[in-house]
C-alpha cells in the first residue's frame, strides 16, 4: 500500500441499507478525516480523528459515524443511507491537525442511493 | 459565517499565465491552502500561505493578503496538463479547512 486506499471505488446503495466504506493509510499519520464533495460545493468535512482512540464531528456529521480504532483505518458507516447522501466521498490524512500539515487523499468512494 | 469564493471557471491558452482569485472569511485564520483536482481524481496539496507575499515554486505561484482576505494562484506557461479544478481551503481557528467549490481551469491550444 503506498498513500491512502478507499473502498470501495463505487457502490449502488438501495436506501435504507447500511453502508460502510473503508479507508487505510500507511503514512503513520496522526490525523484522518472524511469529505464528501457535491458538485458546486466545496469538500464538506463529515467527521475527522486527531489521532487513534479520539473523533470529531465536523460540518456535517448527521447520518455518519466512524471509529478510529488504530492509526492506519478509518471507516465511514452510514446506518440507513438516504438519497441525499449520493455524493463521492473522500478519505484523507495529515501528519497532525496544525497549520501548515498538508491533507494527503484517497482516490475516493462515488456512493449513489436509490 | 465562514465563507471561501472562487469564480466557478476561467480559460485560459497554452503557454499563457493564469490567476485565479480566492477571497476567504474564517473564523480565525490559520492558512490558505490550494489544491488541484483533475476530473475523477483526489485533490493533490499545490500550496501553503500563512504569511503575507508571494510563495513562488516552480510554475505555480501563490500569493496572500490577511488584511484583504485574499489570496491568488498564479500559473504560468500552461500546458494542457495544467486543465483541471483548482480549490482554495481556509484553515479556521480550530486547522480545520473551509473548502470553496472550485475553479474550473480550461486551458486552449
Not at chain 1, 503506498?2 to 457502490?11: D, E, F, H, R, Y
Not at chain 1, 460545493?41 to 470529531?56: E, K, P, V
Not at chain 2, 465562514?2 to 471557471?9: L, S
Request: glycine share 10%; net charge neutral; with cysteine.
Amino acid at each position: 500500500i503506498a498513500g491512502i486506499t478507499q473502498a470501495p471505488t463505487s457502490q449502488i446503495l438501495a436506501a435504507g441499507r447500511r453502508m460502510t466504506l473503508r479507508c487505510t493509510q500507511d503514512m503513520r499519520h496522526n490525523a484522518m478525516y472524511w469529505y464528501r464533495q457535491d458538485l458546486g460545493l466545496g469538500l464538506r468535512l463529515i467527521h475527522y480523528s486527531n489521532t487513534a482512540g479520539t473523533t470529531g464531528k465536523g460540518e456535517v456529521p448527521d447520518g455518519y459515524s466512524v471509529s478510529r480504532a488504530n492509526t492506519d483505518d478509518f471507516p465511514l458507516t452510514l446506518a440507513s443511507a438516504v438519497p441525499s447522501q449520493t455524493s463521492v466521498y473522500f478519505c484523507a490524512s495529515s501528519d497532525s491537525i496544525g497549520s501548515s500539515n498538508e491533507q494527503f487523499f484517497g482516490p475516493g468512494t462515488r456512493l449513489t442511493v436509490l | 459565517g465562514q465563507n471561501i469564493d472562487q469564480p466557478t471557471e476561467m480559460t485560459a491558452t497554452e503557454g499563457a499565465i493564469v490567476q485565479i482569485n480566492c477571497t476567504y472569511q474564517t473564523s480565525g485564520f490559520n492558512g490558505l491552502f490550494w489544491y488541484q483536482q483533475h476530473a475523477g481524481e483526489a485533490p493533490t496539496f499545490l500550496s501553503y500561505n500563512v504569511l503575507d507575499g508571494l510563495e513562488e515554486k516552480g510554475r505555480f505561484s501563490s500569493f496572500l493578503s490577511r488584511s484583504k482576505g485574499y489570496s491568488y494562484l498564479l500559473l504560468k506557461e500552461l500546458q494542457m496538463k495544467d486543465s483541471a479544478s483548482y480549490l482554495c481551503a481556509g484553515a479556521d481557528s480550530n486547522y480545520q479547512l473551509i473548502w470553496g467549490a472550485g475553479t474550473k481551469l480550461i486551458i486552449k491550444p
